[in-house]
């Protein structure tokens, strides 16, 4: 167990809805990394969050936001939603997001219909 | 973005034996990780190697890292069956400190 939380495990949905992806990092970690995993395109980099402030962005769609809240657990909201988000979303948690380890929570798996 | 390069992509061997897997990446590093995932589940964090060293163990891991040549490489030694999974490096831009992945090797243990 990596101490990272991250609900729904599974997210069936339809096209053209919106979801929300909630992570709970490790206790005392300060940075919040989100991840989306598919086939074709790997593990790709969204966007991090370090102490409430966005820090890095990735290849985040506009449709996609993200924020980390004051008890450092964070979210991620997926709009608009096609068939093409259907993938693996990674929560990663680090003590400080400069050089220290980054633990994975267990995944969402989304799938749009 | 950068990202390591994985080598192999698949690797098959029986228990018993050593797997080795290499990563290879294109600019300076400042750190580079190395993770196990089994089908479908979380990235399980191996170990994390800095710039500034050359090989650190962890129980049956063994990971080097060599900045002249921009690669590094991950050692199971005596693997198990259930060491079977997809092994990825994760590398950060100079300055980004953002794990940034490979595509990963998938090992395969035959008991």
């Known amino acids: 167990d990596s101490g990272v939380t991250q609900t729904p495990k599974h997210l069936i949905t339809a096209t053209g809805q919106r979801v929300t992806l909630r992570c709970s990092p490790r206790s005392g970690d300060l940075s919040v990394y989100w991840y989306q995993q598919s086939l074709d395109q790997g593990l790709q980099f969204l966007i991090q969050?370090?102490?409430?402030?966005?820090?890095a962005k990735g290849n985040i769609l506009e449709r996609f936001s993200a924020q980390q809240f004051p008890d450092l657990h964070s979210e991620l909201n997926l709009s608009s939603l096609e068939l093409g988000d259907s993938a693996l979303y990674f929560c990663?948690?680090?003590?400080?997001?400069?050089?220290?380890?980054?633990?994975f929570g267990q995944g969402t798996r989304l799938t749009v219909v | 973005s950068q990202q390591g390069e994985e080598d192999p992509q698949a690797l098959s061997i029986q228990e018993g034996e050593n797997a080795t897997m290499n990563c290879s990446y294109k600019t300076s590093i400042n750190n580079l990780q190395w993770y196990r995932q089994n089908s479908g589940r979380g990235l399980v964090h191996l170990i994390l190697i800095r710039s500034n060293e050359r090989e650190k163990h962890s129980g049956r891991l063994r990971v080097t890292l060599d900045t002249s040549k921009k690669s590094s490489s991950l050692l199971i030694t005596a693997s198990r069956a259930a060491d079977t999974a997809s092994y990825f490096c994760?590398?950060?831009?100079?300055?980004?400190?953002?794990?940034?992945f490979g595509r990963g090797t998938s090992l395969i243990v035959h008991p």
């Open positions: 990663a948690s680090s003590a400080t997001g400069f050089g220290t380890e980054a633990f």
């Open positions: 994760a590398t950060d831009e100079g300055g980004s400190y953002i794990p940034t």
């Open positions: 969050y370090y102490n409430g402030e966005e820090r």
